[in-house]
């Protein structure tokens, strides 16, 4: 009957894919970082109840939203016109570029993608960084497809990198310089891509759309936004 099931209505689970640090990771067991705090605050604007945080494969967050086990996807995910075939997105929250990480202190030092010309590259699957690889590397005839390796987690990438069974990673330039300040990497160059994160959420689910959005507006505007960035943002 209805009303007794309506509390229900307002629970959402959200799915991520850590390993994207400092958007999302799981530390001491723990998933934390920049969305999983702002996602929080956002849906605390709202009639809306985060329920739950479910992990993922970034390649496996949009099957997992269509199919309905997530109501949002929070994962540093940007903006693009194809994806929007299939999900919906709120309004922009962060604004990113890509970047070319290589081996630290090796002698390859790629200026430009140019650089990369039949060089092993890798990248993560499913993301706006693969994109680039297959539209500028690729279908340009940099490399062959040979060249390219696909990971499921950027991280896999980084460390094989860091063996230097890679030349170079194509990863959105927040996170390329997170890594190279933990691991034995380091930013080649970055270049211009204009991506805008949003929430991902079902097509029609303009309710929650809207109301996600409202809640950026009113995170950014009461200052949590600042105190969120300055917490995963501070060096
Ligand atoms: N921003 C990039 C994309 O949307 C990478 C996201 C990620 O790997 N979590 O494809």
Do not use: C, H, K
Not at 10 to 31: S, V, Y
Not at 111 to 129: F, M, N
Not at 135 to 154: A, P, R
């Amino acid at each position: 009957s209805d009303g007794s099931d309506g509390g229900d209505d307002n629970q959402i689970i959200a799915g991520t894919a850590p390993g994207f640090e400092p958007f999302e990771m799981t530390r001491d067991g723990e998933l934390v970082g920049f969305d999983i705090d702002l996602l929080e605050a956002v849906v605390d604007e709202t009639e809306y109840e985060l329920a739950e945080w479910n992990e993922y494969e970034f390649d496996s967050l949009i099957p997992a939203l269509e199919n309905g086990n997530i109501d949002v996807i929070a994962a540093a995910m940007t903006i693009t016109e194809e994806r929007q075939q299939s999900i919906a997105f709120t309004e922009p929250y962060y604004s990113a570029n890509q970047s070319v990480l290589v081996q630290s202190g090796g002698d390859f030092a790629p200026e430009a993608l140019e650089d990369l010309e039949d060089r092993e590259v890798g990248a993560q699957s499913g993301t706006t960084g693969e994109t680039v690889v297959q539209e500028q590397l690729i279908d340009e005839g940099l490399i062959s497809d040979d060249q390219y390796t696909s990971y499921d987690n950027y991280v896999y990438a980084v460390q094989e990198l860091e063996r230097g069974l890679l030349d170079a990673i194509v990863i959105d330039e927040p996170v390329g310089a997170t890594f190279a300040d933990s691991r034995d990497v380091e930013v080649a160059f970055t270049f211009e891509t204009g991506e805008e994160y949003g929430f991902g959420v079902q097509q029609d689910a303009s309710d929650l759309q809207t109301a996600l959005s409202d809640g950026i507006a009113a995170v950014r505007e009461s200052g949590q936004y600042d105190e969120i960035t300055q917490t995963w943002f501070d060096s």
